[in-house]
């Protein structure tokens, strides 16, 4: 199974950028699917998640600015971060767990925002 981030980059505070995530292998259907990131010297934390059934969940701090969805027919998730600030800078990683239980990562992609 593998798991393929892509859409991060260098922007500017009040930017816009969309990540992006798809899954593809051998996987036994995805349950739940979310963003984490991770910021220097810090732990990786969830950004957002969404469930099957379209059932999304955001951490405080990018409630508003955030919007994460999934095509399950196509196996991707993808997060629209709006509003963009220094504090948003971090590793993005997509994650899924399937009906198995199973957790799968993708490799992260990096978002940058500075001026």
């Known amino acids: 199974v593998q798991l393929q981030a892509s859409g991060g980059g260098l922007v500017q505070p009040g930017t816009s950028l969309r990540l992006s995530c798809v899954a593809s292998?051998?996987?036994?259907?995805?349950?739940?699917m979310a963003w984490y990131r991770q910021a220097p010297g810090k732990q990786r934390d969830m950004v957002a998640s969404i469930t099957y059934s379209g059932r999304a969940t955001y951490v405080d701090s990018v409630k508003g600015r955030f919007t994460i969805s999934r095509d399950n027919a196509q196996k991707t998730c993808d997060l629209q971060l709006n509003s963009l600030g220094p504090d948003d800078t971090a590793i993005y990683y997509c994650?899924?767990?399937?009906?198995?239980?199973?957790?799968?990562w993708g490799q992260g992609t990096q978002v940058t925002v500075s001026s």
């Open positions: 994650n899924v767990e399937a009906w198995d239980s199973k957790h799968y």
């Open positions: 292998g051998s996987i036994f259907g995805i349950r739940d």
